[in-house]
């Protein structure tokens, strides 16, 4: 079971471009903090205090050999909190399908009841909404000729 204070580690170290950023250089095996701290316009100092986060979120762990310090990557957290996560996927899937049965008749009422079903080509349209990193949706190139008035 996963602990919320842990949960909010884990959410924490990823919450920021430069921590995944070093996630993704990592999961393409272990490397040295120099090499890590490399890519990064940032003092040193930063990069150690990114890497302290990671680590106390038990994302990476360190191993000294020699004089050099080699930093891998654990994914175990990441696979806890896709875990947490999927255990709400039944409980958004139920209230969008709810909803989406709601609105499916009054925003493509040329459809009818089962908009899915409805195409002479036998294809099923698709609504494709994308999300973009400042919350606004945007509606796909493939809706921009449906109507949308009833």
């Known amino acids: 079971m996963l602990r919320m204070d842990h949960l909010s580690d884990v959410l924490t170290a990823i919450s920021h471009p430069t921590r995944r950023a070093i996630i993704g250089q990592l999961a393409n095996g272990p490397a040295r903090f120099s090499d890590v701290a490399k890519p990064f316009d940032t003092a040193l100092n930063a990069v150690t205090k990114h890497l302290k986060l990671l680590e106390r979120a038990g994302l990476i762990e360190r191993r000294k050999q020699g004089r050099e310090v080699f930093i891998s990557f654990r994914g175990e957290p990441l696979r806890e909190v896709a ?13 969008f399908t709810a909803k989406r049965n709601e609105d499916f008749p009054t925003l493509f009422p040329t459809f009818g009841q089962e908009p899915w079903k409805s195409r002479s080509n036998g294809q099923s349209p698709r609504l494709r909404v994308r999300f973009s990193m400042r919350g606004s949706i945007q509606r796909s190139p493939a809706l921009s000729g449906m109507s949308m008035t009833s």
Not at 83 to 95: A, C, G, H, L, M
Request: charged share 45%; net charge negative.
């Open 83 to 95: 875990e947490w996560v999927n255990d709400y996927e039944r409980f958004w899937s139920e209230r």
